[in-house]
């Protein structure tokens, strides 16, 4: 299974920008990058994706490596509601969507 | 108010009882998963079902029995569970298990094995 590496925690200020950076220099080409994001005392939910192009939406942008051996999630402003374990997945054809230990990320006020 | 209800939220059971968890999606999906998160512990996947039939089991001992009677619902039926069974049990869903498509959890179901 393609496989990807997070920083254990990570911690920013309040109302500054927060890059996320994982690493999956196994990724295959059919393989798609996925983010999901774990409050406190909720099931995880989707943040974004890609394949190949950055990608952005209302959360969070989504930087792609060129070789795609890396990405990383950015918030942009970050607020104490995105304190979050953060999640990146590689998900392919096989359908599994397999979670790793992901980034504990820390928003300090 | 996510698209993925699970019932019940807390359970509590002794080893030799039967219960059931049950998932419910109004989104239309026809993917359902269980994924098992222990203290500490990465989400694990138990089970995938794709319209209604069951694609993938890892290695999940047989005291857990899923059953997907349509695509709307998913159940987890439990019997003879040990101590460190307890943990949160996630129900998601997707639709048609394209590899870019998003998964929606629920919030959860939390179990105790006494």
């Known amino acids: 299974d393609a496989k990807t590496t997070q920083p254990n925690s990570m911690e920013s200020n309040e109302e500054e920008p927060v890059h996320l950076p994982c690493n999956h220099s196994t990724i295959s080409g059919t393989d798609y990058i996925h983010w999901y994001r774990q409050l406190p005392s909720q099931g995880p939910e989707y943040v974004i994706h890609?394949?190949?192009s950055n990608v952005n939406n209302r959360m969070a942008s989504l930087a792609i490596a060129e070789d795609r051996k890396s990405s990383t999630l950015i918030l942009h402003r970050a607020t104490l509601r995105d304190a979050a374990v953060y999640y990146c997945i590689l998900r392919g054809r096989d359908d599994k969507i397999i979670f790793g230990k992901g980034t504990r990320l820390h928003i300090l006020p | 108010e996510t698209g993925v209800t699970q019932t019940p939220r807390h359970l509590v059971m002794g080893m030799t009882n039967k219960k059931s968890l049950k998932c419910e999606q109004h989104l239309g999906h026809n993917a359902m998963y269980w994924y098992k998160q222990s203290a500490k512990k990465p989400l694990e996947l138990m089970f995938v079902y794709s319209l209604e039939e069951r694609v993938e089991n890892n290695s999940v001992p047989s005291r857990f029995s899923p059953e997907c009677p349509n695509s709307s619902h998913l159940f987890l039926h439990l019997h003879t569970l040990q101590p460190e069974d307890s943990a949160l049990y996630l129900c998601a869903s997707s639709q048609d298990g394209a590899a870019w498509g998003e998964l929606f959890f629920g919030e959860g179901s939390r179990l105790t094995v006494l």
């Open positions: 890609g394949l190949t």
